[in-house]
């Protein structure tokens, strides 16, 4: 009879610890973390979705397989972007981090699938977790998340080692994730005789927390060779606290916290130390204090974008050709200042130009172009006004490569956190395709092929020079008095044929270097050259266009076989430059004097 009393009471048991697990695996997929951009809902839009919230695999597989979903055919091309973040599982040993974006063909409700790499061990240990993520689905207008987050548990394969009890080690197993957090309270006994067993568990620990109270959350009588390291969450799945060490050499973990909502707080332990944990325990307590002086803060503004966080390069926000934003400098999560982050997908040949417009009376922003990789282009590109009085910002680049460029934009003066959703901005990114410029005559580039990202300066128009007007005689006959006519004697006489008059012709090769002396040696380097800039040359003596043509990345370009009777005159309209050389073989370096770029936003 008792034997079957036990088997109710432990089967009701399980029932409820999956009612509860589903149900906070529900609650953690409706928040977001701090890592994830927030996306403006839209109940029309197409929805993104993992087809799970949990997937399972062994760790001898070699890899999972994900499956992601799409609601409906979208009428364009869709895309989301997918990473995957710890969990109790380690990345490098026991698998591989994995990130990347999910293409939907327009008019197709195939579902697309990213793996994730897992790595075999021989270690006995038990399930680990790794946490996957969707975010930043394309276009925002037509596209918005459904199951964002999802769980991939990795199944160990590994036998025990003889004499290894199969059972868990504590009273509080299992509690290796939030969802079986083992529940105490604020100045209840210290639960003790807590293990950490086998390597890489870990431990969830909840309380109920009222709005305004305070607690110290704490490890304590740790068998050496622990080493606990605890975080802990707010009722909304946020972290509020992180600690390693309580002081110098003690390895007990303690966080101090003051909460403003009521709810359920997590507690979340590992073991730090790589030794083997087995026969060795801890404590874990709760108690509440005196709440600390309460100290200003900041008081929640309206006006966040929609693009938020991104200020980070990691968390960059994608903005495609055409596009427009609207954005703003309003922190979240506590910070000072918000600086945004965006990203625009390249390919080479096409001059992309980004400009921030409609900005609000008292904005005031300025523009960075980073790299594929996030670091600065040479020289720099930067921008803080468009021009005087226009404190909008706007930047050019002909791409040279296929991949990412990163656009930062922050305020050039921070302002104030309450007046932070007065500034208000814009943004909107172009392309145009480039265009071969015919040239009258065939000119040869002489510099190596084409490398790397290089600085495109807008052009400014050419207009060829206007020939000199003919001068028009004056006719002095009125200012002289008229003489009588004399009848006038006419007389033949024979004349020698005329010899033409032979202008001697002299053929010449010039060559013309412009380039940016970033490093003020005043002598051309490899990256230092100024692509496609415009140069002319002309006759001295008719002003006859002779040849004409564009610099290549070196900023060189060379015009042979010049045949010409006068001097030849050498014209770069972007600059203002003019110059008039002799003929024979002439080699001109242009200097470009470095300028101070904005390199930082404040």
Known sequence: ????????????????????????????????????????????????????????????????????????????????????????????????????????PPNQQNAQSFTVAILNDNNFESNETVNLVLRNPAPVSSANLGTSVAVLTINDDDPAPAGTPFVFVDAYEPNDVIGQSFTTAADANKLCSISLWPRGDIDYFRFNGKAGSAYDIKTSALTAGLDTFMTVYDPQGNIVGQNDDAGVGDRRSEISITVNVDGFYYARIINND??????????????????????????????????????????????????TLSLSFVPVYGSSQDTDYFRLWMKPGIQYTCETFNLSAVADTNMIFLDNNGNDFIPNLGNDDKEPGDLGSKLSYFSTYTGWLHILIGPVNPPPYEESYLHTYDLRCTSTAATPTPTPTATRVYAPPPSGGTTVPTPTPFTFPTPLPTATPIDLSQFTTQQPQQPPVVQFSPLATATPAIVAQTESTIDLTVYYDINEDFVPNDNEGIQDVAVALFDSATGQLIQFGTTNDMGAIRFESISTSAPVQIVVPYLNYSQVVVSGNTNTLLRVAPQPLPAAIP
């Open 274 to 323: 790589p030794s083997d944990p087995i026969n060795k325990t801890y404590c874990f307590e709760v108690d509440e204090v005196t709440p600390p002086t309460p100290t200003p803060t900041q008081t929640p503004m309206p006006g966040s974008d929609a693009c938020e966080f991104n200020s980070t390069l990691e968390t960059a926000c994608l903005i495609g050709v055409g596009q």
């Open 1 to 104: 009879m008792k034997s079957s009393f036990r088997t109710i009471v432990r089967l009701v048991t399980a029932l409820f610890l999956v009612a509860f697990v589903i149900r906070m695996a529900a609650s953690l997929q409706t928040a977001v973390s701090p890592a994830q951009n927030i996306q403006a809902l839209n109940p029309s839009a197409t929805s993104i979705f993992f087809s799970s919230g949990s997937f399972t695999v062994n760790e001898n597989a070699g890899s999972a397989t994900i499956n992601v979903q799409i609601s409906a055919s979208p009428t364009t091309t869709t895309t989301v972007e997918y990473l995957t973040l710890p969990g109790t599982a380690v990345e490098g040993s026991d698998y591989t981090a994995a990130s990347g974006t999910l293409t939907f």
